[in-house]
């Protein structure tokens, strides 16, 4: 199983990011998704979760609002459009499968101006 993250990087405050998460080796379709965080020195957070088919997404209260979970089936794809960033968001980004029998590597997401 891969779970390869990309789409990261800088970005002032109020900017916007697409990251996305490129899953090979599973069957994506049967797999809730979800994104959590490792800001510097603290530990890992939720951030979103969103359900095998699609249709039913949650956030964590720091990201509502701003942050869209979704995915394309087709394409083995999860992808998180976070707009509206904040310093505070600033982590390394992971998807992973809800439950988090897998993970991917990591796309570190850095907000300053």
């Known amino acids: 199983v891969q779970l390869v993250e990309s789409g990261g990087g800088l970005v002032q405050p109020g900017g916007s990011l697409r990251l996305s998460c490129a899953a090979s080796?599973?069957?994506?379709?049967?797999?809730?998704m979800s994104w959590v965080r490792q800001a510097p020195g603290k530990g890992l957070e939720w951030v979103s979760r969103?359900?095998?088919?699609?249709?039913?997404?949650t956030y964590a209260d720091s990201v509502k609002g701003r942050f869209t979970i979704s995915r394309d089936n087709a394409k083995n794809t999860l992808y998180l459009q976070m707009n509206s960033l904040e310093p505070e968001d600033t982590a390394v980004y992971y998807c992973?499968?809800?439950?988090?029998?897998?993970r991917g590597q990591g796309t570190q997401v850095t907000v300053s101006s």
């Open positions: 969103i359900n095998s088919g699609g249709g039913t997404t």
């Open positions: 080796g599973l069957v994506f379709s049967t797999y809730g």
């Open positions: 992973t499968t809800t439950g988090g029998t897998f």
